[in-house]
Nanobody, 124 residues
Framework: QLQLVESGGGLAQAGGSLRLSCAASGRTFSNYAMGWFRQAPGKEREFVAAISWSGGSTLYADSVKGRCTISRDNAKNTVYLQMNSLKPEDTAIYYC?????????????????WGQGTQVTVSS
């Protein structure tokens, strides 16, 4: 079982930045691609970004492309999401997740391991 714990959420002003972290434990972190998803109040959970096990490949949702950067440090068993130029519509609970297949993915159904989430609130 892979355990995931997010941190780094909080309150930010529009135009500001936040860096989310997700610490993994329980299994070999470097075997897994990782992803970030978010869920705003009253909305479905949606894909934000994903990164391959090596960090060599990344994918982004159009809504965050150019504003967010996903990265990982396999030595620290941690994946990050740097969010810049924040907008009020970025307000959501952000979840990190890992797909059981281990390969980079964008669909929620491909992810089996999830963290508890961290709240991000962006004020205008």
């Amino acid at each position: 079982q892979l355990q995931l714990v997010e941190s780094g959420g909080g309150l930010a002003q529009a135009g500001g930045s936040l860096r989310l972290s997700c610490a993994a434990s329980g299994r070999t972190f470097s075997n897994y691609a990782m992803g970030w998803f978010r869920q705003a109040p009253g909305k479905e959970r949606e894909f934000v970004a994903a990164i391959s096990w090596s960090g060599g490949s990344t994918l982004y949702a159009d809504s965050v492309k150019g504003r967010c950067t996903i990265s990982r440090d396999n030595a620290k068993n941690t994946v990050y999401l740097q969010m810049n130029s924040l907008k009020p519509e970025d307000t959501a609970i952000y979840y990190c997740a890992a797909p059981s297949r281990g390969t980079i993915a964008t669909l929620i159904v491909e992810y089996d391991y999830w963290g508890q989430g961290t709240q991000v609130t962006v004020s205008s």
